[in-house]
């Protein structure tokens, strides 16, 4: 077959392939691909140019895409190529088309003609390409008009058709759900489809289908299942095999669909066991595939309703994966034990070792997954450890979109489970302090709720404990260069708020850090908005309180400064803060209340005090308001900014006539009801035009918080202020039943501990480091104990995580003690597929071949263990043969590597007979790419020295 | 469902790139860049899969050849590698041995044998035999265009040599 790999273009292009091959810079690639570009651009548009040489330069001006370049000019001339009459051209046309264009793009309108045609074509080669073309570029408007046709595609004598029209209908769905709703009729008929290949592409729309809506497919259940089973049972041509497992992509499409129509669903899922259990049993766990379907098992028995035996069979499958060399199937492990965990949540403890050998392992994506699945299995006891792990993570990493993720991660499982306030307070310092400009700033406006509203008891001391541990961390970490501008605001809220609550520190400490918040960070708005009104409340609290206000310097020359800002929102605060100073005492007090950030601010929200204002106005001959609903010729837009709307109306042209003037003048009120409340809220530096309102809103966001952030907080108060009470859902121990902490509980997760212990040992056989264990014991055997402690204070209940850290590993101490190196004794993670032992017949493996090309002398001696050591000395040279023999030589040279890599055959060992067809194939075929390489240096090409990876087969 | 498909060097050269999902040119270039540096100093005994902006990146090494296909958050990484292999096989069978520089030189092939194998972002095809009986169905009907294609590398090789 070797014949058809070779090179049908032109010397210029093979040339240009070269020259780009070669390029040692960047820079030089891109000057190479402009003048490719210039001379492209020059050579398309001349007429007449044949179509055959027109071919090759669409296909060039596909390459100079590929690289990152413009390719725009040249667009319509693969447009206009797939109008070609020969197929060869057409087929050019339509794969430069579907490269270049998106479905939005404005020449799709040019080729749909072209599609309609060819999808009418007797040729059913034309309309496989067609159809290609469809389910790239055909969109949401375009469907129509093609739609009719590829309905009637779908009973084509040639199932390549069938099955791409299928494709495309599944496309349709996923762009217009609409579009193809009364089509389903079809895709029930196609699953009955003689062809095998047909009936698997139409599990594709099927599932996409299910998943929207489960209850109107529960009747194919029956058909699934019986599908499953048949290819199961290996009744699928032969060709559909994949490494020896029977149609193994159908298999795992099946069980996708089956997960999602037995999910809660107990009837349907008894249809399933049997299958799913034949499948369980048949799968080759040796091969990738083989787990691909066993992970899928997993999925489906974890989604489906449980049954015991299907249980038992995915924690064993899941067991095997956590325990195997490779990195993937730990990956699939880690994952697949997060979903059983749901239905069994006991079947994590006994792989507890395995899970914190991957959190610590160096492949972040690795120890992502296990983050994932912490996330899933925290608990109030265990929380701790999780959220400061996860922390430390956020701090280590760059990436931006994952950090974010894992800080909100971090923020929910606080909210959740706090186990104490300060941890609380502490944990929240630390996310915000790194990731503060990622999260919501809803995290922010919470905190500060929670801060000010307390956590829900009457216990007025311990809220105020809070506040001044908040107030004191706070000024602590104000030390730090850099921070975050969302916490800053939260900042400078709280210590505005209650910098001088407990009389610690005094005002003008506070203020003068206050005033170096808003130096430090000038160009934050935000924050010197916050900054200020924090000032203006600290001023507020000691002129209420009597005291002598006495102005820092550096404030006087800040409000200087922001009296003449830019910003109005600045200047409005500013004049704000000089206003409050001048008052007296009791004016200050009722405008600003101490500590009465909670309290309802009670709004008029019909500004009725107006009303003899606006009578006054309206008899002078102003015009009367006209409530938005029933005005005309305005659009509804929306009520976002009403009274910019209102102010739009009265300016704006108006198109109708002009009413008669009316007798009756009513007073009307104006609706400021939205205006009112969205002047409020904290995020926005706008701030009130009217002073009527300012005045009424002593704290800004205690009304914001009170109207919009409505967040999680109501499960919060519950689960907060008090510990909450943990039966023990674990079996393993039966010795914690004692009720007093400390002791009890560390021999309950020693207990845990040294079973699993001996269960991941008995294998392994290696030592666990005792910080391993600690971490294993406060992540794992947590839930094992019972807390009766009354919650006298949350110093005092601590959980018991950090007792057991403190005493647990001492058991584990001495086993480690006798090694040394225990931990991070790296296995042999070979690929996953291969055999476990190193040696054993590397080059029958495709897989296990690519690691020996990297490094050929790596291959070179694992080839030792097999072949004859004469070969061995031989290959190096052989090698270097291959890179430069004359054409002559061919023959002697490829007899010499067919038996060297035949030797190893006889060695074959179980496990990797899967591969044997592969490599069959594969001894000959070194020939083959001696010639080309011969070829390619006939065509001109000479590989370059640098590059003789270029000839390396892919597969080996 | 698979978003993307790139191929690219272990210098980093592009090789092949299939979109299935939009992305803008300036995206995919984008795209490519970041990818590269991700998986191009992956070490050899790690997972093959990567996080990547809320999807998942399976990869495979082949030689001096990456190729990475990005997917769902809940798709199966398993079967995505077998899909990479399942290409890589068909590819070997049509090449016959299949290096790098016939996909460098034959892109456009190789564009062609991907679109039997996959469609609209999903598998359409698991028969090895099904997906080499269309392509050589196309390939026969240029028959006559190749071998005249055939004799003018020929000429250009003589008039090298």
């Known amino acids: ?956 | 469902m698979i978003h993307f498909v790139l191929l690219i060097s272990r210098q980093g050269k592009v090789r092949l790139t299939k979109w299935y999902s939009p992305y803008s040119q300036k995206e995919r270039t984008k795209v490519i860049r970041e990818l590269g540096g991700v998986i191009l100093n992956r070490g050899p005994k790690l997972c093959n899969f990567v996080d990547w902006r809320g999807f998942k990146v399976v990869y495979k090494r082949y030689a001096s050849l990456y190729f990475c296909m990005c997917i769902d958050q809940d798709d199966n990484e398993l079967e995505v590698l077998e899909i990479i292999h399942h290409y890589v096989e068909i590819l070997d069978r049509y090449f016959g041995s299949v290096c790098e520089l016939d996909l460098i030189f034959n892109f456009h092939k190789a564009y062609y044998i991907l679109d039997e194998l996959l469609l609209a972002g999903e598998l359409q095809e698991s028969s090895k035999k099904t997906v080499a009986r269309l392509i050589a169905a196309q390939d026969s009907l240029v028959e006559t265009a190749k071998e005249q294609a055939s004799s003018i590398s020929n000429i250009i090789a003589q008039a090298t040599k």
């Open chain 1, 1 to 956: 077959m070797g014949s058809q790999g070779g090179f049908y273009q032109s010397k210029e292009f093979l040339d240009l392939v070269k020259s780009i091959g070669e390029a040692r810079s960047k820079a030089e690639e891109d000057r190479i691909v402009l003048s490719e570009i210039e001379t492209l651009k020059r050579r398309i548009s001349e007429p007449d140019t044949p179509k055959r040489k027109m071919k090759e330069y669409i296909i060039r001006l596909v390459y100079v895409e590929m690289l990152g370049h413009d390719a725009s000019f040249g667009y319509i001339h693969a447009v206009k190529m797939t109008h070609d009459d020969t197929l060869l051209v057409k087929r050019t046309g339509y794969l430069a088309v579907t490269l270049f264009l998106n479905e939005d793009h404005d020449l799709i309108i040019l080729i749909v003609n072209t599609i309609q045609k060819d999808l009418k074509s007797d040729n059913y080669l034309v309309v496989c390409v067609a159809l290609n073309a469809v389910c790239k570029l055909i969109n949401e408007e375009t469907i129509p008009a093609v739609l009719p046709q590829i309905v009637e595609l779908l009973a084509h004598p040639k199932e390549a058709v069938r099955k791409k029209a299928i494709m495309a209908l599944h496309r349709f769905y996923q762009k217009s759900p609409s579009s193809v709703s009364h089509l389903v009729s079809n895709f029930r008929k196609r699953l009955c489809d003689n062809d095998p290949g047909v009936m698997g592409a139409t599990l594709c729309p099927l599932f996409d289908l299910i998943t929207n809506d489960v209850n109107s497919y529960k009747d194919l259940v029956i058909s699934f299942v019986s599908i499953l089973k048949q290819v199961a049972e290996r009744r699928l041509p032969k060709a559909y095999d994949y490494h020896q497992m029977p149609a193994p992509f159908i298999q795992i499409k099946l069980l996708k669909i089956l997960a999602l129509l037995g999910s809660g669903d107990k009837q349907a899922s008894e249809n399933m066991y049997t299958v799913v259990g034949d499948i369980f049993r048949k799968c080759d766990s040796s091969s990738n595939i083989g787990n691909a379907i066993l992970y899928e098992c997993i999925c489906c028995v974890s989604s489906i309703y449980p049954n015991p035996k299907l249980l038992e069979s995915a924690a064993d499958a899941i067991s095997r994966f956590l325990k195997s060399d490779s990195h993937n199937l730990k990956y699939m492990g880690i994952d697949a034990l997060g979903r059983l965990i749901k239905i069994s949540p006991e079947i994590a403890e006994q792989h507890q070792l395995a899970v914190i050998d991957c959190l610590e392992d160096p492949d972040d994506t690795l120890k992502r997954k296990t983050f994932e699945l912490l996330y899933k299995m925290t608990k109030s006891t265990n929380v701790e450890v999780i959220v400061d792990r996860m922390i430390d993570y956020m701090i280590s990493i760059n990436d931006n979109h994952y950090k974010t993720e894992i800080a909100s991660r971090c923020v929910e499982l606080a909210e959740q489970f706090a186990p104490s306030n300060q941890w609380f307070i502490q944990t929240m310092n630390k996310v915000f302090e790194h990731a503060g400009d990622l999260v919501n700033i809803k995290v922010a406006h919470n905190l500060m709720r929670l801060i000010a509203e307390g956590f829900g008891e009457d216990d007025n001391t311990a809220d105020s404990q809070l506040r001044s541990s908040a107030v004191e961390s706070y000024l602590y970490i104000l030390g730090e260069p850099k921070l975050p501008s969302v916490f800053l605001q939260v900042i400078c809220w709280v210590l505005g708020e209650y910098g001088t609550a407990d009389g610690k520190y005094s005002a003008s400490y506070i203020t003068g850090k206050l005033c170096d918040v808003a130096e430090a960070y000038s160009n934050d708005e935000t924050v010197k908005a916050y900054a200020v009104t924090a000032l203006m409340k600290i001023y507020a609290f000691e002129i209420a309180a009597g005291r002598m206000v006495d102005m820092l310097p550096e404030c006087h020359s800040l409000m200087e400064e922001f009296l003449a800002s830019h910003s109005t929102d600045l200047q409005q605060r500013a004049y704000e803060l000089q206003a409050v100073i001048g008052l007296d005492a009791h004016a200050v007090e009722s405008i600003m209340p101490s500590d009465a950030s909670c309290e309802d601010i009670e709004v008029d929200k019909a500004l009725s005090f107006l009303n003899g204002y606006i009578q006054e106005s309206i008899e002078k001959g102003a015009q009367p308001y006209i409530p938005e609903s029933e005005r005309s010729g305005m659009l509804n837009i929306s009520n976002f900014r009403n009274q910019d709307h209102h102010e739009a109306s009265s300016h704006g042209l108006r198109f109708e006539a002009y009413e008669l003037p009316k007798q009756t003048v009513q007073a009307r009120i104006p609706p400021a009801s939205l205006a009112s409340t969205e002047l409020v809220p904290v995020p926005e530096p706008v701030y009130p035009r009217e002073s009527y309102q300012t005045t009424t809103v002593p704290s800004v966001s205690s009304d914001a918080a009170s109207t919009e952030l409505k967040l999680r907080l109501d499960g919060v108060q519950k689960k907060w202020g008090r510990q909450t009470h943990f039966p023990s859902t674990s079996t393993s121990n039966s010795t914690s039943q004692k009720t007093v902490n400390g002791i009890t509980q560390v021999d309950g997760s020693n207990t845990a501990n040294s079973r699993t212990r001996e269960t991941y040992d008995s294998r392994k056989q290696v030592e666990i480091s005792p910080e391993k264990q600690k971490l294993a014991a406060s992540l794992f055997g947590g839930p094992s104990k019972t807390e009766k402690k009354s919650a006298t204070g949350h110093k005092s209940s601590k959980p018991s995580s950090h007792m057991v850290k403190s005493h647990a590993p001492k058991s584990s101490m001495e086993v480690a003690s006798e090694k040394t190196s225990p931990v991070q004794q790296p296995p042999d993670l070979l690929d996953f597929g291969e055999p476990t032992v190193k040696s054993t017949a590397p080059s029958l493996d495709p897989f296990k071949d690519l690691e020996g090309l990297l490094e050929p002398t790596t291959q070179v001696s694992s080839a030792v263990n097999h072949s004859s050591t004469a070969a061995v000395t031989k290959s190096p040279d052989i090698m270097g043969l291959y890179t430069e023999t004359p054409a002559g030589a061919h023959h002697k040279d490829s007899d010499i590597l067919s038996g060297l890599s035949n030797s190893p055959m006889t060695n074959m060992v179980g496990g990797t007979t899967t591969m044997q067809v592969a490599q069959t194939s594969k001894s000959p075929n070194l020939k083959d790419s001696l010639e080309k390489d011969a070829l390619v240096r006939q065509m001109g090409v000479t590989p370059s020295s640098q590059n003789p990876n270029l000839f390396k087969d892919l597969l080996g």
